[in-house]
T-cell receptor, first 116, second 115 residues
Framework: GNSVTQMEGPVTLSEEAFLTINCTYTATGYPSLFWYVQYPGEGLQLLLK?????DKGSNKGFEATYRKETTSFHLEKGSVQVSDSAVYFCALSDRIFKAAGNKLTFGGGTRVLVKP | DADVTQTPRNRITKTGKRIMLECSQT?????MYWYRQDPGLGLRLIYY???????NKGEISDGYSVSRQAQAKFSLSLESAIPNQTALYFCATSDPYGGSTDTQYFGPGTRLTVL
């Protein structure tokens, strides 16, 4: 079955530091990959996505590249801000289920705390 | 106004009680989902619905039931709540024409505590 593994947190950083959150996956078929972010007290919102190998998703200074050879989708940001403090979830959607809808499989989430 | 709303936002109940969590959306999406979030486990799918007449079990449906009253409304029920159902519950919607790459839009969540 499908699974997503991401590094456990919490990750504590100083403002302007470089952030990397590792994510690896196992899936049948050809998954699309997502990063969702959950700010305190809110629901999840899409941060970025990639639909095929070598695609790079980017948004709000965050980037992630779909690496089929290493089954990875690591999230990076060059200079974090206090406002980036949140929980980040890696997820996949397997295209085998295309006709059956977009069922997402989530990783466990990584809490990031950015200090001033 | 929020596109996906959930009520209540917080609920404390006792073991054995019946509880209903409600979700409404104004996005016009046919597909709706219920997830639960537990620390370190991410989100796990409870039920999903492709339209009013199409409801499917997710990976952890035992102890839960759902009702799709209209395109815009999808309710989750706990028939007899137990303490290990204490969790954060999220409703989500998606666009059926987005294929396998469609984005899911989440509500703010309901924090449920079963004593």
């Amino acid at each position: 079955g499908n699974s997503v593994t991401q590094m456990e947190g919490p990750v504590t950083l100083s403002e302007e530091a470089f952030l990397t959150i590792n994510c690896t996956y196992t899936a049948t078929g050809y998954p699309s990959l997502f990063w969702y972010v959950q700010y305190p007290g809110e629901g999840l919102q899409l941060l970025l996505k990639a639909t095929k190998a070598d695609d790079k998703g980017s948004n709000k200074g965050f980037e992630a590249t779909y690496r089929k050879e290493t089954t990875s989708f690591h999230l990076e940001k060059g200079s974090v801000q206090v406002s980036d403090s949140a929980v980040y979830f890696c997820a996949l959607s397997d295209r085998i289920f295309k006709a059956a809808g977009n069922k997402l499989t989530f990783g466990g989430g990584t809490r990031v705390l950015v200090k001033p | 106004d929020a596109d996906v709303t959930q009520t209540p936002r917080n609920r404390i109940t006792k073991t054995g009680k019946r509880i209903m969590l409600e979700c409404s959306q104004t996005k016009g999406h046919d597909r709706m989902y219920w997830y639960r979030q537990d620390p370190g486990l991410g989100l796990r799918l409870i039920y999903y619905s492709f339209d009013v007449k199409d409801i499917n079990k997710g990976e952890i449906s035992d102890g839960y039931s759902v009702s799709r009253q209209a395109q815009a409304k999808f309710s989750l029920s706990l028939e007899s709540a137990i303490p290990n159902q204490t969790a954060l519950y999220f409703c989500a919607t998606s666009d059926p024409y987005g294929g396998s790459t469609d984005t899911q839009y989440f509500g703010p969540g309901t924090r449920l505590t079963v004593l």
